[in-house]
């Protein structure tokens, strides 16, 4: 079974920074892509940010692009999402699931972590 468990979140101010986590099972990231995905008071969930397997192909949603960056670490079974400059707009619930991704598109699907939040407020 594919599991996720995010971690990271909290409260940062305005143009501050956040790195946020997203551990998975065993093997998750040699067989799934894996994104990052977030959720705000009374808005749809929107993608911000998937990698592929093979680590060459990733997508960003448009109002992150030069903030945000995704990595991964195989050997340690992680996904991360350093997050720079943060705005208010960014404030919600982010999480970590597997995904299909393009350079222009990014669909979670399958399996979803827990979430975590992230709070951008003086």
């Known amino acids: 079974q594919v599991r996720l468990q995010e971690s990271g979140g909290g409260l940062v101010q305005p143009g501050g920074s956040k790195r946020l986590s997203c551990v998975v099972s065993?093997?998750?990231?040699?067989?799934?892509?894996i994104g990052w995905f977030r959720q705000a008071p009374g808005k749809e969930r929107e993608g911000v940010s998937c990698?592929?397997?093979?680590?060459?192909?990733?997508y960003y949603a448009d109002s992150v692009k030069g903030r945000f960056t995704i990595s991964k670490d195989n050997a340690k079974n992680t996904v991360y999402l350093q997050m720079n400059n943060l705005e208010p707009g960014d404030t919600g619930v982010y999480y970590c699931?597997?995904?299909?991704?393009?350079?222009?598109?990014?669909?979670?699907?399958?399996?979803w972590g827990q979430g975590t939040q992230v709070t951008v407020s003086e």
């Open positions: 699931a597997t995904a299909t991704v393009s350079a222009t598109e990014c669909y979670a699907y399958g399996y």
């Open positions: 990698i592929n397997t093979e680590d060459t192909n990733t």
């Open positions: 065993a093997y998750t990231l040699d067989l799934y892509n």
